[in-house]
């Protein structure tokens, strides 16, 4: 089991679309408590009570086959090498910034969509996350025989892609509660998350199926 925590910051911005009340932005102390049994996390949660009024808690989980709950595989693109990590996620001291939001899902929404269109929200496959253009990578210049974009202008991997949000790249391990995604993200400067989010506000399709009820940033001090 590990827990992690980080102490509030600001500078996070309200987006258009977050749908956040006021017990459920910002917060002082972030207390991220993870493992593989659902009873010893929650007793943990329970002891581990600081002193404080409690904004919010949630409980998440990981599919095995890390979907969604809209059935998407999800945290693919992320660092993986540890010059990656040095370069996006830890600052010098060894310390990284987290944001966490709650984002409520209409599932039922998405998922009365045919297939083809889900996959189009998000630029890749539903059964196996091959990028629409094919391929490893996603590849936002391949175009059709029409002259079309294969990815969506609209879809979630262009409009969060770090080339087209001009933002780096995060470290984001998201989890799913009952309702959603508890999306979290790390990053060594608030602003990547900042930068990507504002792309996505200004035309995700994914959008029209996710709002955030909780939105909050933190330091997260080194480990030693
Ligand atoms: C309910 C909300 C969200 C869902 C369900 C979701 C789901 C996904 C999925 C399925 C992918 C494709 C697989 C992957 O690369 O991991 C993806 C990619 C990505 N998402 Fe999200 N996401 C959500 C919100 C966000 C938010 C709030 C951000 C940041 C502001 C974000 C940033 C990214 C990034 C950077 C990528 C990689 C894009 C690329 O380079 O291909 N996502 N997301």
């Known amino acids: 089991?590990?827990?992690?925590?980080?102490?509030?910051?600001?500078?996070?911005?309200?987006?258009?679309?977050?749908?956040?009340?006021?017990?459920?932005?910002?917060?002082?102390l972030f207390l991220q408590i993870c493992?593989?049994?659902?009873?010893?996390?929650r007793d943990a949660a329970t002891r581990l009570r600081p002193d404080g009024r409690l904004r919010w808690r949630e409980q998440?989980?990981?599919?095995?086959?890390?979907?969604?709950?809209?059935?998407?595989?999800?945290?693919?693109?992320?660092?993986?090498?540890?010059?990656?990590?040095?370069?996006?996620?830890?600052?010098?001291?060894?310390?990284?910034?987290?944001?966490v939001r709650r984002m409520k899902l209409d599932v039922a929404a998405f998922t009365a969509m045919p297939v083809a269109d889900q996959e189009r929200v998000f630029g890749r496959r539903k059964?196996?996350?091959v990028p629409l253009s094919g391929g490893e990578?996603?590849?936002?210049?391949?175009k059709t025989p029409d002259g079309e974009y294969v990815i969506p202008a609209d879809?979630?991997?262009?409009?969060?892609?770090?080339?087209?949000?001009?933002?780096g790249l995060m470290l984001r391990r998201s989890y799913n509660y009952a309702e959603g995604l508890l999306f979290i993200s790390y990053q060594r400067e608030l602003k990547t998350f900042v930068n990507t989010m504002y792309r996505m506000v200004d035309g995700d399709a994914l959008l029209r199926?996710?709002?955030t009820t909780s939105s909050a940033a933190f330091r997260i001090p080194p480990l030693n």
């Open 1 to 28: 089991m590990t827990v992690t925590y980080g102490h509030g910051i600001d500078g996070l911005p309200e987006f258009p679309g977050d749908a956040v009340l006021p017990q459920d932005l910002g917060g002082r």
């Open 35 to 41: 493992g593989d049994d659902p009873d010893a996390v």
């Open 60 to 99: 998440g989980f990981c599919n095995s086959d890390r979907t969604n709950g809209l059935g998407f595989q999800d945290g693919i693109v992320v660092p993986k090498t540890a010059e990656e990590f040095d370069q996006e996620v830890w600052l010098p001291d060894g310390s990284t910034i987290a944001v």
């Open 127 to 129: 059964h196996d996350a």
């Open 137 to 142: 990578e996603v590849d936002l210049s391949a």
């Open 155 to 167: 879809a979630h991997v262009r409009r969060a892609h770090p080339l087209t949000a001009g933002a």
């Open 209 to 211: 199926y996710a709002t």
